[in-house]
């Protein structure tokens, strides 16, 4: 779980969650897990798994003490103690393994598929990458008696306390109720105290969930806590993902004039320019050898209109006048658009009107 590097009070917190805080997070690999219901789900796996291997736990290590006792290790001895040694403690060492091998493998297994359910699938190398902080005495010190650190201290003592006052009730009284076993059979009394552990387990396991169900709630709100941000974090946030305002402004303004300047340039290869007559202009251009339609490459008003129209007398491109043409042209084709279907015929007329002035004038 990610630590709270910063005291943040709650009111100056926003509600909402920074999802690029998040992303942040996890690829740093720092996700919220609770490591006591973690923990909790290997205890309780090697633990069964204990119980189911019983059977097999007992007759390994009964076989073991029968060749040990039923051996003449005087004679045995004679050969060479060391050897002797060797052979038996090997022979417990298997004997281990093939009981330990299992219990470790499950508890490994669920304890890896707990927090898999919890954080997902992730990999970084960050929590592994060294931070020379970390080593810092001095910052080491300030976490040690840290008020979080103080909390977590109190709570783990807490837990110890109530769950070994739980073991010592439940023992006591299933000692105090137990039977005398002197002269039955080792097997009945390893069931009668194999079942008292069972019920000792079901118990201590009921504590432990209860203890780690309010770890991972804790947890929980304590990560989303951390990813919520103050007024300041949101700005510098906003200003690190869309860039600072003022350069933003300024890039818009630039592009908008690059844009306006692409516009007049354009004015001058128009085929005509349609006026409202002084507060719109809109230039057309057409090549029936190249386009299907006319296409505007320029429109304005007032100011620009008035610029367009002076580039236009520059450039000798004719203006017609025509306030409904020019308005529907204005309000419903942008900049680079053919003309649509509707508005062909009046848009022909002008342009027709255009190529007989031509004519005309050659």
Known sequence: MAENQDERSREDLSDEISQHRLQEYRRKGMVFQSKELSGLAVLITATVTTFMMSPHVSQTFADLMTEVFKTDLSARLDLGAPRVIRTYLLKSLVSMATVLIP??????????????LQVGSIFSWD??????????????????????????????????????????????????????????????????????????SMGLFAALFVFAGFDFGYQRWEYMKNLRLTKQEAKQEHKEQDGDPQIRSRIRAIQ???????????????????????????AIVYDRNVMSAPKVVAKGADLIAQKMKDIARES??????????????FKSVKVGQVVPRALYQAVAEVLAYVYRLRKRNM
């Not at 219990?103 to 898999?116: E, M, N, R, W, Y």
């Not at 970390?134 to 976490?143: A, D, L, Q, T, V």
């Not at 039977?179 to 105290?193: N, S």
């Open 256 to 282: 908008r004039e690059m844009s306006r300047r692409r516009m007049m340039q354009a004015i001058k290869k128009a085929d005509v320019i349609i006026t409202n007559p002084t507060h719109i202009a809109v």
């Open 103 to 116: 219990i470790c493998g499950a508890a490994f297994v669920v304890g890896g598929l707990a927090s898999f």
């Open 316 to 329: 000798g491109v004719p203006m017609v006048e025509n306030v409904p043409l020019a308005r529907a042209l």
């Open 127 to 200: 929590p592994i990458t060294p931070d020379f902080e970390k080593i810092n005495p001095i910052s080491g010190f300030k976490r040690l008696f840290s008020f979080r650190q103080v909390i977590e201290g109190l709570r783990i003592v807490f837990k110890m306390v109530v769950v070994l006052s739980l073991v010592y009730l439940l023992v006591k009284s299933y000692i105090l109720t137990s039977p005398v076993f002197l002269g039955h059979d080792l097997i009945a009394v390893g069931a009668y105290y194999g079942k008292i552990f069972k019920e000792i």
